[in-house]
């Protein structure tokens, strides 16, 4: 018993302390976000061949279900796969407020970021060029009217669907990231109407709210198995099997919450992965993408194929990272 007290308090001190740099990290961002409604969808949506350059960079910016916009718009056709995987491997998700969180060097946190850029970057380009070469790059054109037939979400006039593909897109995404997180319309229709502040605060609160809740369970979890195992032990486990510590954090990755890269960041931060586990778990955690991809895109074979492929991805850079020795 008296161990559990001494975890708990030392989890409530550690999370507390947290709370502050969460919140203002929170508010900046989404203040980014409702500033920038629509212009990334568009950007993205307007590239061709350069797509997944252009997806990768887009999705590294610190903005609240830009995968599962992306993934949206792969299953409406109006991106391509290399795309949609460019923009899985580079999203953030959590990892920027933990990294800030913690007051880390703002060089360490880009060394990550542009890591997964390079990686989303370079993946992308290459799915792209494999899928048309064996022609399974699709026939070029959007399928919007087929996803809002779908999804039954009255997006908008079906015959607008060619020259404005991006924007029903856009609504689709809106559609789906707010029922992934449980609220609707939270992000999109009171971006210009009025208490739009009110609802940049309040998003920022529940976003807070759920990561600190997240923290503070895995700050207990952990601690608990810390003292039970002991850092020593949990040290050498580490390092005697990195290959299993890489292969375990991709899985954990997949997980379709914040709380994947919460977990992933935090033992990363507290020294228990190294560079190679972390860089693996935090490529393939996409956020809530590969979730909202199940569930608007009608081909289930193909979906299973994107999360394999983003998860083997994610392990063979953790593995590379691990054998040079990089860190971050």
Request: charged fraction near 15%; aromatic fraction near 6%.
């Amino acid at each position: 018993m008296d161990l559990l007290i001494d975890v708990l308090k030392d989890s409530v001190k550690d999370t507390a302390q947290l709370v502050p740099f969460l919140f203002l990290t929170y508010l900046a961002m989404e203040a980014l976000e409702h500033g920038t409604a629509g212009r990334a969808e568009r950007i993205i949506a307007q590239t061709d061949k350069s797509g997944p350059i252009a997806g990768a960079l887009l999705g590294a910016l610190p903005q609240c279900g830009f995968s599962a916009m992306a993934a949206t718009l792969y299953a409406g056709r109006v991106v391509t796969a290399g795309t949609l995987v460019a923009v899985l491997l580079s999203t953030s998700d959590e990892m920027v407020p933990v990294f800030l969180a913690h007051q880390e060097p703002i060089s360490r946190l880009l060394s990550v970021i542009g890591f997964k850029v390079l990686v989303g970057m370079a993946v992308g380009l290459v799915v792209d060029v494999i899928l048309r070469a064996l022609h399974r790059a699709g026939d070029g054109h959007p399928h919007i009217r087929e996803l809002c037939e779908r999804a039954h979400c009255h997006c908008g006039s079906v015959e607008d669907v060619d020259e404005h593909g991006a924007h029903h897109a856009h609504d689709e995404h809106d559609h789906d990231h707010d029922e992934a997180h449980g609220h609707a319309h939270v992000h999109s229709h009171d971006h210009q109407g009025h208490g739009r502040w009110w609802h940049i605060v309040r998003s920022a609160l529940v976003h807070t709210v759920e990561v600190t809740v997240s923290i503070f369970v895995i700050s207990m979890v952990f601690g608990l198995f810390i003292e039970y195992v002991g850092e020593d032990a949990l040290a050498v486990f580490m390092g005697i099997h990195p290959v299993r510590a890489t292969f375990l954090a991709g899985l954990i990755g997949l997980i379709p919450n914040c709380g994947a890269s919460v977990a992933i960041t935090e033992l990363y931060l507290t020294g228990a992965l190294s560079s190679g586990p972390m860089i693996a778990g935090l490529l393939v955690s996409g956020g809530v993408g590969l979730l909202v991809l199940f569930r608007t895109n009608a081909d289930q074979r193909q979906n299973v194929e994107i999360a394999a492929f983003v998860y083997a991805v994610g392990v063979l850079a953790g593995l590379v990272v691990s054998a040079l020795g990089i860190i971050f």
